[in-house]
């Protein structure tokens, strides 16, 4: 990305945190002090900063003025910074229901769900095992990372153009950018939430960030050396903050916009095999969660960066391999190689549910929601079969043949619709859609 990019993505930044500081002072100076915490954590902005009085009122009642003048002179409005840039990136759509409720049903033996069937295309081959893959938010791009160090990323909607059986367009390449720039295995991805960069980790100790909204980038425009293997990493809801999780036992918080990093400043004890295999935000940023090779499960606060809940021994000995949010920010899932999915209450620690049936015991291996969190999906690495739960009941609702030479090492499943990607060892990518 040339100079002035990078300098419009940090004035977006620095704009993003004014406006941030003044939501929060606004709410404090009118006494909604429950919300001003609430955004304050959220957005990671101190809950004591200071403003004018009625500064945001202010800049709002100038702000109309403007477009009602603009109106009046038949000047078009438009938005003060293009988030979406040339893609049209960052408009997320809706779900489509609502997220389960996993406390309103008590007896739900029985009830379970049907879990649609999905056809499966082989999409594209990495020179070596596909690694990791990840959904952007708007669910419009799907990036793969690999032991070849590349990285693709590709448009859902070419590859659903793919899959017609008679496309009369001709041959659809579904891969729109290669990137590469690693010079070890890439070890995770993702998105920024509004803008059309992509953010890599790997075992070269470095987060890597490109700007996939052009055509000819191959390398990364801004680069993170952190000081260990780079497991994991997550940006923060706001794309201000990055977690990163290492093989140290502590995660690391960086700022996007000055590239200092935050550790915690009062960490649990962790012992020697702490390595974090998976870091994740919640969906507002309050708290993240990490997976770890001592077999825990943590619970972070946003802000502070302090631990607020260790799951100790959460897969046994064993290492727990992912971890991920509820939409309601009440539960964590978690995957391990104990051969076990469960299902954590975030306020109490407490284990609410397990789905049982598929053994992975080898790979880093995900269990994953589908869009609508009613069912959990994961890999049993002997029969080389994905398995899928209904998520309120537990029970296994169906096993299919992942269609791999070998047992998938990743999946990832599209945050609004029913798709979904699994990477293999085999170094192929394969794309998973309902059959309407």
């Known amino acids: 990305m040339e100079g002035n990019n990078l300098e419009q993505t940090l004035q977006e930044g620095n704009l993003y945190r004014q406006l941030n500081t003044l939501i929060v002072a606004h709410l404090r100076q009118h006494n909604l002090t429950q919300a001003a915490r609430a955004v304050a954590s959220a957005t990671m902005t101190p809950l004591d900063v200071e403003a ?101 990323l590709f448009e859902i909607s070419k590859i659903k153009q793919m899959m017609l059986p008679d496309s009369k367009d001709g041959p659809v390449r579904p891969v729109i950018r290669t990137f590469y720039d690693h010079v070890q295995p890439i070890n995770d991805l993702d998105f920024h939430p509004q803008n059309t960069v992509l953010i890599s980790g790997g075992k070269d100790q470095a987060i890597k960030f490109f700007d996939f909204s052009k055509a000819t980038a191959k390398r990364a425009f801004r680069v993170i050396q952190d000081t260990h293997n780079v497991r994991s990493v997550s940006f923060h809801p706001s794309g201000d903050f990055i977690i990163a999780g290492t093989d140290h036992p502590i995660p690391h918080l960086y700022d996007v916009n000055t590239f200092q990093c935050f550790l915690s400043a009062n960490p649990p004890d962790i012992g020697v095999n702490g390595a974090i295999n998976q870091v994740r935000y919640s969906s507002t940023g309050g708290l993240y969660v990490t997976a770890s090779k001592d077999g825990a499960i943590r619970l972070w606060d946003g802000v502070s960066a302090s631990c607020v809940r260790s799951i100790v021994g959460a897969h046994g000995t064993s290492e727990a391999t992912s971890a991920c949010f509820t939409k309601d920010q009440r539960f964590v899932l978690s995957c391990g190689k104990d051969s076990t999915v469960k299902l954590w209450e975030i306020g109490t620690g407490r284990l609410i549910k397990q789905y049982l049936g598929a053994t992975h015991t080898q790979l880093r291996c995900q269990a994953v929601f589908n869009d609508t969190e009613e069912f959990v999906l994961s890999i049993d690495e002997p029969s080389n079969e994905i398995v899928i739960w209904d998520a309120l009941t537990s029970e296994k609702v169906a096993k299919w043949p992942s269609n791999h030479i070998g047992a998938p090492r990743w999946m990832e499943h599209s945050p609004t619709e029913a798709a979904f990607i699994t990477c293999g060892t085999d170094r192929s990518v394969r794309f998973w859609k309902e059959i309407v």
């Open 52 to 152: 004018p009085p009625n500064k945001l009122l202010e800049l709002v009642a100038k702000g109309l003025a403007v477009e009602k003048d603009e109106t009046l002179r038949g000047v078009p409005s438009s938005t003060l910074i293009d988030l979406g840039g040339a893609l049209g990136y960052g408009s997320t759509p809706p779900p489509r229901v609502p997220s389960v409720d996993f406390s309103a049903v008590q007896d739900t033996k029985g009830s379970s769900k049907c879990f649609a069937k999905h056809e499966t295309r082989h999409l594209s081959e990495h020179k070596n095992v596909a690694r990791c893959a990840r959904f952007s938010p708007d669910g419009r791009f799907v990036a793969t990372g690999s032991a070849d160090t590349s990285i693709k």
